[in-house]
């Protein structure tokens, strides 16, 4: 459901005045000014506002707030359950009862001025497909993979295999140095592509020797969430690059476990959350409290892990290397592992579901 300029909804409790606008103005009263009573669109805080005011209507009918993503509201009713999610302007309604779904819609739209857009087809850009004869409910990026191809001239290019050749390395050293390098590289992919192309691996960054953060999350068999991204930390080891990398995990873990135990749903979510590592020394480091050389000069931020732990939150198992799931998010792999990834994290050809 789409809220009808949402931002107007919201009460202003600042003293705020605007000068009347050109063709709004009051004959014989020009010299006044207007007195904000709600917020508008420009406002700093105008989305803020917004907000405070969803959120004390939504409360009114008794629906509560997940603790651990404020945009996210929950409702119970015996075994009925309506999850309501805010996205800016954009109300996604989610539940088992059809009944109790259309009451909160209807519900919704005596507070608001309101768009019914029927069945989710797209969450924040990502399409939903269904396919209930197979009870198949799938997500797909293909939209935003046609806009980056397209950015890079690469529309009309032969499917490959791999996101990256393996082994191959890419530097701003590569890039052109004057305009007339410039003007001969402007058809070449790669040239347009700084910041949307990140080398992986220990230090194989030959910008800002920084390492690749990855991980996977999975419940019930299937893939909840997944991250690639670059650490901020320059680091020295291998090893010293796994401790800071389980440690983020270990705060996403934490976080993602608490936010599964406010929806209610998943029963076994209780229970610690396995991170699978495949470095000896971040598995030993987390279990023994004791300085070392390689390990002393660790920011005390990373070493939260070994709390965490303690409480009970999280446990650290030893993977192989070779059945590491996420090498594909670290760095270029081979087609082979590369396969091996996609078939782990549930990701399939749309020709392969429908």
């Given amino acids: 459901m789409d809220v009808k300029t949402a ?18 103005t009051v004959v014989g009263e020009e010299q006044k000014v207007c007195h904000f009573q709600r917020s508008i ?10 907000n405070i005011r969803f959120d004390e209507v939504i409360r009114g009918y008794d629906f509560v707030k997940n603790d651990f993503d404020p945009c996210v509201y929950k409702k119970v009713n015996r075994s009925s359950v309506v999850f309501v999610v805010l996205y800016v302007d954009d109300i996604l309604l989610i539940g088992n009862d059809i009944k109790m779904l259309g009451d909160t819609k209807a519900w919704l739209s005596t507070q608001f001025s309101m ?9 924040i850009g990502i399409k939903i497909f269904r396919d209930r004869s197979k009870r198949i409910l ?28 393996h082994r191959v ?26 910041g949307s192309i990140y080398d992986a691996s220990f230090q194989s960054d030959d910008d800002d020797a920084k390492s690749q953060l990855g991980f996977v999350f999975t419940l019930n068999g299937g893939v909840v969430a997944r991250k690639s991204s670059k650490q901020d930390t320059t680091t020295d080891s291998t090893t010293e690059v796994e401790y800071i990398a389980t440690s983020e995990t270990a705060k996403e873990a934490v976080w993602m476990k608490n936010y599964i135990q406010e929806l209610g749903v998943v029963p076994s979510i ?22 070392h050389r390689r390990s002393k000069h660790i920011l005390r931020r990373y070493h939260l892990l070994k709390e965490m732990v303690g409480r009970g939150d999280v446990r650290m198992d030893r993977v192989s290397s070779t059945e590491n799931t ?29």
């Fill in 138 to 165: 799938g997500m797909t990026q293909n939209s935003y993979v046609e806009k980056v191809l397209k950015r890079f001239k690469m529309e009309h290019s032969k499917r490959g295999f791999l996101p990256m050749r």
């Fill in 7 to 24: 931002f107007l909804n919201g009460f202003v409790e600042e003293e705020i005045y605007m000068d009347q606008q050109e063709g709004f």
């Fill in 270 to 291: 209780a229970e610690l959350v396995v991170i699978f590592c495949d470095n000896n020394w971040a598995i030993v480091q987390e279990k023994e409290p004791r300085s």
């Fill in 115 to 123: 768009k019914d857009l029927g069945e989710a087809s797209y969450i």
């Fill in 326 to 354: 996420i090498d594909s998010l670290t760095k270029p792999v081979s087609q082979i592992a590369h396969a091996q990834y996609l078939g782990k994290t549930g990701l399939r050809q749309m020709s392969d579901w429908l």
């Fill in 169 to 194: 390395k890419l530097s701003k050293k590569q890039s052109p140095k004057t305009d007339e390098e410039l003007k001969r590289m402007l058809d070449i992919p790669y040239a347009s592509s700084e």
């Fill in 41 to 50: 669109y420009g406002l700093k805080q105008a989305f803020q506002n917004w």
